[in-house]
């Protein structure tokens, strides 16, 4: 801060102040650190200076508090000092964990003048001898509540401190009167200062977020290391030190695990029957109803607003579509009465030339000539263009006998000549086409003829192999190259083609090849009875009278072998001894000559 200019003092200007520049500095050191503790808590620096003034006058509170005699100290049994209120036996019942630790050795002090057993000897008092005195309960109490460590174990375990839960139906009518003292006497446990207060029905949601995230984590300090019922000073050697803390261990952990499960229940029964997250609920729920319908209201805006385009837009198409069919029906009509004048102008110019050419009797001296010109004008009158009629009807018009002769017989002979290179082209195509149909019929055994037998054959193999058998084409050959009668072998790939070209075939040479099929199959089946319904299976014997099973082929055994037969193609690795196991009571043989007959 600028001193005050005293009077007769000048100001002078010595030299212009610099640009100022940004540095970046890190704060660092204990005044820091105690500024960033006080923020974190939300805490003033008064507040600080207050906790040091309480730490202070904790001597002047220690003169200030009373002791209240405990009643039943005298019939207290040193045996059974674990279990005695050790704040009662210092008279400390008032103050119990709150009590520091100066409160603590001034009520001893105070306790000792007045029960140490020389006191009461020299008035006179009786005294038991060892540690059977009602005193060993007072040096016990100090013992345990001089030690931090021992102290925070039987305040663990405060035998005045209420466990209980509330339940449902308690703090729904009265939540905040049944909860709230519940809370408050359960913030002792927490290892975090500050614990958060349940609040009010004006409470934010923070708040009262803040509070259950609070005891949903909640980090307790109270451990059960004071219930142990052994000792391991009292073990006798190093193993049954650890099987007694490993006893003491399992039992602080369950009765940890016990706590916790309190205070879980704790925090889930005060949650459930908290009126504020009620509250929030229905709040949440109408912000969201709210959303949801604000959403559906901006979509179904979105949808009209598409709709109203889509509209516009086939409307758009619609018209586009209609101006392009009326200038299409205005086009065709123009093309309709162009070709109508055009077809009018050829019959015309078609007419004038056959009225020249018969003035002229067609340029011929006899009958047969005549009628042979007569065809070929017919033939100009079909082949030749307008303006070629037009420009030959003009020749005829103003040339000669000769002229017109002679121009016509030069138009006779280019159309014959056009006529002549069109027979000769179409008579090149069909023979490329026959020669591509013959080179697709593949190469090989497969480029020779295909008898009638053998067509009938493959459309046999076809349709007894179907789509879907492994290596349908490799069996199929394999089948006709086993049942042909021309010695001639096939391949799969010339099966394949052959049978692509039967697929192109037109319908009627499709039924005469199975027309002659079934009339040969019904040849050479002229002397088979006619089947009956109920017809038992037939009987079959080999010829030699011998090997094989004779026995009658079953029809279950019958469908047994076409599926085996299904089953292994013809490629298989002994393909007739894995028939035969598919086949009960069937050997090999069997198979074989049930499948040749």
């Known amino acids: 801060m600028l001193l005050e200019a005293l009077d007769g003092d000048e100001t002078v200007f010595f030299t212009a102040a610099a640009a100022s520049v940004q540095v970046q500095v890190e704060p660092v050191g204990r005044w820091f650190e105690a500024f960033v503790k006080r923020r974190n808590r939300s805490a003033s620096s008064s507040f600080q200076e207050l906790e040091e003034e309480e730490e202070s006058s904790e001597e002047s509170e220690d003169e ?103 339940s449902k139906s308690e703090g729904k009518e009265n939540f905040f009167e049944v909860f709230a003292p519940v809370f408050e006497r359960n913030a002792r446990w927490s290892s975090k200062k500050h614990v958060p207060k349940l609040g009010t029905m004006e409470s934010s949601f923070e708040e009262v977020d803040n509070f259950y ?16 019922e052994e000792e391991k000073e009292k073990a006798e050697c190093r193993d049954e030190r650890r099987w007694i803390e490993k006893q003491n261990r399992a039992s602080r952990a369950q009765r940890k695990k016990e706590e916790m499960n309190r205070i879980r229940t704790l925090v889930d029964t005060a949650y459930s029957c908290d009126p504020r997250i009620k509250k929030f609920k229905e709040e949440e729920k109408a912000r969201k109803e709210s959303e949801k319908k604000a959403k559906a209201d901006a979509k179904k805006r979105e949808q009209e607003e598409k709709e109203r385009a889509r509209q516009a837009e086939l409307e758009a198409a619609r018209l586009v579509k209609e101006k392009e069919e009326e200038e299409a029906k205005q086009a065709a009509q123009q093309a309709k009465k162009e070709k109508e004048i055009q077809k009018k102008a050829i019959k015309k110019e078609r007419q004038k030339l056959r009225t020249t050419c018969k003035n002229w009797n067609y340029f011929a001296d006899t009958e047969a000539d005549s009628v042979k010109m007569m ?80 067509l009938q054959l493959l459309i046999k193999a076809v349709n007894l192999f179907p789509a879907g058998t492994n290596a349908r084409w490799e069996v199929i050959a394999n089948y006709m190259n086993l049942h042909s009668t021309s010695g001639m072998k096939r391949t799969a790939k010339d099966v394949i083609n052959k049978a692509k070209n039967l697929q192109r075939l037109d319908p009627l040479q499709k039924d005469e090849i199975n027309r002659k099929a079934f009339e040969k199959f019904k040849k050479e089946h002229t002397s088979v009875a006619p089947s009956i319904d109920n017809a038992v299976p037939s009987e079959r014997f080999d010829a030699s009278g011998s090997d094989g099973n004779a026995a ?46």
């Open 64 to 166: 200030e508090f009373q002791l209240e005699e405990y009643p039943m100290l005298r019939t207290l049994d040193p045996k059974d000092w674990k279990n005695q209120d050790h704040y009662a036996v210092l008279g400390l019942t008032h103050l119990r964990y709150k009590a520091t630790q100066k409160q603590i050795k001034a009520a001893h002090k105070a306790i000792v003048l007045k029960h140490h057993p020389d006191k009461r000897k020299a008035a006179g008092e009786q005294i038991v001898e060892g540690d059977n005195d009602y005193f060993t309960c007072i040096t016990k109490a100090i013992e345990i509540l001089s030690d931090p460590v021992k102290r925070r174990a039987f305040d663990s375990v405060d035998p005045t401190f209420d466990n209980a839960v509330p």
């Open 213 to 228: 995230s609070f005891w949903y984590n909640f980090d307790s300090w109270r451990e059960f290391s004071y219930l142990d």
């Open 375 to 454: 065809e070929e004008v017919e033939k100009l009158c079909d082949r030749l263009e307008l303006t070629s009629l037009q420009s030959l009807n003009e020749i005829l018009a103003s040339g000669s006998k000769e002229d017109s002769k002679a121009a016509v017989e030069k138009q006779v002979q280019e159309v014959n000549t056009q006529l002549q290179r069109e027979r000769e082209a179409e008579v090149q195509a069909r023979q490329a086409a026959r020669t591509a149909d013959q080179a697709s019929g593949g190469g090989g055994a497969g480029g020779k003829g295909w008898k009638e037998d053998d």
């Open 552 to 597: 009658a082929w079953t029809t279950e055994e019958q469908k047994l072998l076409e599926q085996a037969l299904k089953t292994y193609p013809v490629s298989t690795p002994e393909r007739w001894e894995k028939i035969a196991a598919a086949v009960p009571g069937r050997s090999k043989k069997d198979c074989m000559k049930r499948y040749k007959v």
